[in-house]
């Protein structure tokens, strides 16, 4: 086993270690979805350490860019047949249901920088009808991806024993501070506790 596998399974462990540890503290009754305020539990708020991918466009996307707005976050990659699809187009959906909340945006990130950069993400996007206005499609490098999911967004990413990769299929939920909120399932219920969630982040701006 290399070295670069070895720090990748002891990453994914200790992402996974930390997802535990969130959850534990927030889903004490085995709920689904994290909530933004649930009365009798601590308000989930982690800060996102600084990283610097880039958009579909090419252009810098930083924590920067978050700022001032909610931001919905989920993690793909084009080339994936399984969950990705279905992911991508649950984040179509609320897109689509929040039309007209300009102060709620949304990335999809690559987890596979080297199959995806920037024009691969913008024609992904198009055919997935992207209002770019809104949802931006983000990759990087490959060190500067997995410090972002792992130790900024605390989420696992890996590769299997056959080199499949292995990601998170939560969204996200981020203030308009750049302060991780929530983390919610795919699922009908989860999609819509976060539609609920996000709407309070954006009507408390």
């Not at 292995?166 to 750049?178: K, P, S, Y």
């Not at 219920?189 to 709407?199: E, K, S, T, V, Y």
Request: with cysteine; charged share 25%; hydrophobic share 45%.
């Amino acid at each position: 086993m290399t070295p670069r596998r070895i720090l990748l399974i002891l990453t994914f462990l200790a992402a996974v270690l930390v997802g535990l540890g969130i959850f534990r503290l927030t889903l004490g009754d085995g709920q689904a979805s994290v909530r933004v305020t649930t009365s009798g539990r601590p308000e989930l708020s982690i800060p996102l350490p600084a990283f610097s991918l880039v958009d579909q466009d090419g252009r810098p996307f930083t924590p920067a860019a978050l700022r001032g707005r909610v931001w919905i976050v989920s993690f793909f990659f084009t080339r994936c047949p399984t969950i990705c699809p279905r992911l991508t187009a649950k984040m179509g959906e609320l897109v689509e249901a929040t039309s007209g909340m300009d102060d709620l945006a949304f990335a999809s990130i690559s987890v596979d920088p080297e199959n995806d950069p920037p024009a691969v993400l913008r024609a992904y996007g198009t055919r997935h009808g992207a209002d770019f206005a809104r949802w931006w499609f983000v990759t990087g490098d490959q060190k500067a991806l997995e410090e972002t999911v792992v130790s900024g967004f605390k989420l696992a990413l890996a590769r299997d024993d056959v080199g499949a990769i292995v990601h998170a299929e939560r969204f996200v939920l981020v203030d308009a501070e750049g302060r991780i909120r929530g983390y919610f399932d795919a699922d009908e219920p989860g999609q819509r506790d976060l539609l609920d969630a996000a709407r309070r982040l954006v009507d408390a701006l």
